[in-house]
T-cell receptor, first 114, second 112 residues
Framework: NAGVTQTPKFRVLKTGQSMTLLCAQD?????MYWYRQDPGMGLRLIHY???????AKGEVPDGYNVSRLKKQNFLLGLESAAPSQTSVYFC?????????????FGQGTRLTVV | AQSVTQLGSHVSVSEGALVLLRCNYS??????LFWYVQYPNQGLQLLLK??????LVKGINGFEAEFKKSETSFHLTKPSAHMSDAAEYFC??????????FGSGTKLNVKP
């Protein structure tokens, strides 16, 4: 079982470039999330989706866009990358129909913006 | 609003000693509580969770945590630390729409 798969694992961007991070899950989960992890700040929610075709803003959505065209995929886009977006990005999914279910995480994407 | 506070960004213990990682939360509704572990350059793995029922929950690798509503705490413990426990630990709370809010993390160092 693959679980949650993120691509790419590493990327270096120049300021102003754009890119898309892909998250795929094979667990038929309804909810998917994008987090960023920065030293000393834990994980902060960027955007999330409660089902195919839906998206919503999290705590730190500025500078990012997302799309959920298929239930199994959740894309995170950076239209014009900035050094402040240097971070480790994690995708997660959960199955909310079960009370108190946990989030399942991918292995992360380490992004550096120079 | 929900928030999670982890006291101590770095904790160092000797191998065989008690591990205690502290987590306090604030939530306007009864929360679900989680502890995750992150090994270097990896994603987060679930250690244990509290949903309802027994307030002392046991997880993997000998860890356990106790939900104390009156103290709004969910501290993580392990009686005897092992070198392989060295990692970063995150406490999280989940409320409406299953959104997860994380603490800032505690890095555990285990000395031989």
């Amino acid at each position: 079982n693959a679980g949650v798969t993120q691509t790419p694992k590493f990327r270096v961007l120049k300021t102003g470039q754009s890119m898309t991070l892909l998250c795929a899950q094979d667990m038929n989960h309804e909810y998917m999330y994008w987090y960023r992890q920065d030293p000393g700040m834990g994980l902060r929610l960027i955007h999330y989706s409660v089902g195919e075709g839906t998206t919503a803003k999290g705590e730190v959505p500025d500078g990012y866009n997302v799309s959920r065209l298929k239930k199994q995929n959740f894309l995170l886009g950076l239209e014009s990358a900035a050094p402040s977006q240097t971070s480790v990005y994690f995708c997660a999914s959960s199955y909310p129909e079960r009370v108190g279910t946990e989030a399942f995480f991918g292995q992360g994407t380490r992004l550096t913006v120079v | 609003a929900q928030s999670v506070t982890q006291l101590g960004s770095h904790v160092s213990v000797s191998e065989g000693a008690l591990v205690l990682l502290r987590c306090n939360y604030s939530s306007s509704v009864p929360p679900y509580l989680f502890w995750y572990v992150q090994y270097p350059n990896q994603g987060l793995q679930l250690l244990l969770k509290y949903t309802t029922g027994a307030t002392l929950v046991k997880g993997i690798n000998g860890f356990e945590a106790e939900f104390k509503k009156s103290e709004t705490s969910f501290h993580l413990t392990k009686p005897s630390a092992h070198m392989s426990d060295a990692a970063e630990y995150f406490c999280a709370v989940s409320v409406n729409f299953n959104k997860f809010y994380f603490g800032s993390g505690t890095k555990l160092n285990v000395k031989p």
